[in-house]
């Protein structure tokens, strides 16, 4: 059987499981877009710019569990997907991101020239350092084997995005279906690797002998399926539990045994947990600086250290940057989990009455939403979130910008009733959220989602609007509205003296007004301007059936808080001071290294 190669990629995307690619046209990827229309088991959709696109696919991934797709033409086309392409790499999302390339008689080769065919760029040596597979179909013949290849290594292992580049008369070639070559994956990638017998054992012994232990759970639970295994392995055995901001979800916040976020915007409760601590296991996180601090070393001070990661470089960076491991298991979270749990059948731990009774002094001393925060006249992000979070309907999906928008979320957002909370946690691009909605809403069959944005992350893709008002997707967008960059705002004033260089409108940004734009794009707008407005605000907005735009007015000296000072340990978080004292003391005061002696 014949057909066109660009028809072949459809029927290849569609027979992955996907129900939606995300598409812009240009000269190099019409003939994938065309193919697409024509399917009817795959729908196109076009967003207004190419990192959008490439975002949209990334959240889709996420909330599928499967892959996400988008296509780009050749040059800039191309070069737009990056930011999202960088974004799937770094959190481990498994997507196929397709880009058109010129004609290959009109490809500059070894000529030395700069570009011969019009919008050549060489995209493939772009992605590398950001793909775990990228190639360019050099014959028509190869797209079965490339296709496959590529689509096996994203969701294999460590999963990741591909790059897979395809000139444009390849895409029309007619290629005989029967002849092309698939791909066979190396046996030795298919399992994932499996923990030692001996490792498991002094994991064991290690875990017994703890007085002040903590169980760190990661994003690659999510990304093993080991989410009911984690949830057994907290029952078996009994440790406090903190989690990094992307496996924040994976409990309910008032689970007993959760303490909270860690690192330098993590909670404080978090932070004295892993730092007074004498063994930590860490399954599935890479623990980034932001979770650790900096130097490295001053991460668990005095404790044990079991981590299990399916990245050996993740485990082999610990030494190099000062801290060495006690224990490192290569495995994935599943199969590490699986195989503990029945070695854990009698297990007994020590004593951990009295170091409960510690943490949870720390969670009622050091609450995220003061009573103060509630009872101020304008909105309190801290209050506007604890609203939120009581306000969302059972297994709402989440999804967060960066700067301020994602710390004050992961900080006082409670998850329960199986709500998802999604960011680019690694990457954090400004403008992710809006178009990771909208691919996360297509994920869910055009159900309801909510997305937080700052208002100068919004900027970043605000065209995404028009995609959102073309499909009628029901986004309840909360725009944390504070007039600039605060999250970079607060840097400059620990480090700079306070000027809000490029960061405000006195520094030379403008913003402009949120109700207009919502006009503009045929989108409804909701406005909360005080702590007395928001719980109003958020039921408007849940019983608007469309997309809803609600402008939430925060004042510009509003920070995160606790924030570690930019370099300096987690221990070093910021003091909780009332406001007014907290705006004149901006440079960090360090706190006691412990608030009890380590034994």
């Not at 290849?12 to 229309?37: C, E, P, R, W």
């Not at 995209?123 to 590529?150: C, G, H, W």
């Not at 994935?332 to 070695?343: E, H, N, S």
């Not at 808080?561 to 009332?578: R, V």
């Amino acid at each position: 059987m014949t057909t066109k190669l660009s028809d072949y990629v459809a029927d290849f995307l569609a027979g992955q499981g996907l129900k939606h690619a995300f598409v812009i046209s240009g000269g190099a990827s019409i003939h994938l877009l065309h193919s697409l229309s024509a399917h009817p088991d795959i729908a196109h959709v076009c967003p207004h710019h190419e990192q959008a696109g490439a975002m949209s696919a990334d959240a889709y991934a996420r909330v599928t569990g499967n892959l996400g797709c988008a296509i780009g033409t050749s040059g800039p086309g191309a070069t737009n997907m990056i930011t999202g392409i960088a974004g799937a790499w770094f959190d481990s999302v498994p997507c196929l991101y397709i880009s058109g390339q010129v004609t290959t008689f009109r490809m500059k080769g070894d000529t030395g020239v700069r570009q011969l065919g019009f919008q050549e760029t060489e995209f493939i040596p772009m992605v590398e350092p950001i793909t775990k597979y990228s190639v360019q179909i050099k014959v028509s013949s190869d797209i079965r084997y490339e296709l496959e290849k590529a689509v096996h290594i994203a969701k294999s292992g460590r999963p990741g995005p591909v790059v897979v580049d395809i000139p444009d008369d390849l895409q029309r070639e007619m290629i005989d279906v029967s002849s092309l070559s698939g791909y066979t994956p190396e046996e030795s990638v298919l399992a994932a690797p499996a923990p030692q017998d001996e490792e498991l054992e002094r994991a064991i012994e290690m875990l017994r002998g703890a007085k002040r232990p903590v169980l760190m759970l990661g994003w690659g639970v999510r990304l093993a399926g080991a989410q009911t295994s984690a949830l057994e392995l907290i029952d078996r055995l009994g440790f406090p539990v903190l989690t990094s901001w992307a496996a924040r979800d994976l409990l309910d916040g008032n689970q007993d045994r959760f303490v909270g976020t860690l690192g330098t915007h993590g909670t404080r409760a978090g932070n004295f947990a892993m730092q007074n601590s004498d063994l930590v296991l860490c399954i599935g996180s890479r623990l980034s600086t932001r979770e650790t601090g900096s130097p490295m070393e001053s991460w668990a001070r005095e404790a044990k250290t079991i981590v299990v990661d399916v990245d050996a470089a993740e485990l082999r960076k610990f030494p190099r940057f000062g801290k060495p491991l006690d224990l490192s298991i290569l495995s994935d979270a599943k199969t590490f989990i699986d195989a503990l749990l029945p070695r854990l059948a009698n297990f007994e731990s020590c004593d951990l009455s009295k170091w409960s009774q510690r943490i949870d002094g720390w969670k009622s001393s050091y609450p995220i939403c003061t009573d103060e925060a509630r009872a101020e006249e304008t909105v309190n992000p801290y209050a506007f979130v604890e609203h939120l979070s009581a306000a969302l309907p059972e297994g709402e999906q989440v999804f967060i910008d960066t700067g301020c928008a994602i710390a004050w979320m992961m900080q006082g957002f409670q998850v329960s009733k199986g709500q998802r909370l999604y960011h680019d946690f690694n990457n954090t691009a400004m403008g992710w959220a809006l178009p990771a909605a909208i691919g996360g809403c297509f994920a869910l069959d055009e159900k309801p989602v909510t997305c937080v944005s700052g208002d100068g992350s919004l900027m970043m893709n605000l065209q995404e609007l028009a995609t959102i008002k073309r499909h009628r997707l029901p986004v309840r967008l909360y725009v944390l509205n504070n007039g600039g960059y605060s999250m970079v705002q607060q840097t400059q004033e620990q480090w700079l003296g306070g000027e809000h260089v490029g960061t405000s409108y006195e520094g030379g940004l403008a913003f402009p007004e949120f109700d207009k734009i919502a006009e503009a794009f045929g989108i409804a707008y909701i406005s909360i301007a005080t702590n007395a407005e928001v719980e109003a605000g958020l039921r408007q907005a849940a019983e608007h059936p469309g997309a809803v735009l609600v402008d939430v007015r925060i004042p510009a000296d509003r920070r995160v808080i606790p924030q570690s000072k930019f370099g300096y340990p987690i221990e070093d978080a910021e003091p909780l001071l009332p406001r007014d004292e907290f705006l004149d003391n901006m440079i960090v005061q360090p706190m006691p290294k412990s608030l009890e002696p380590l034994s």
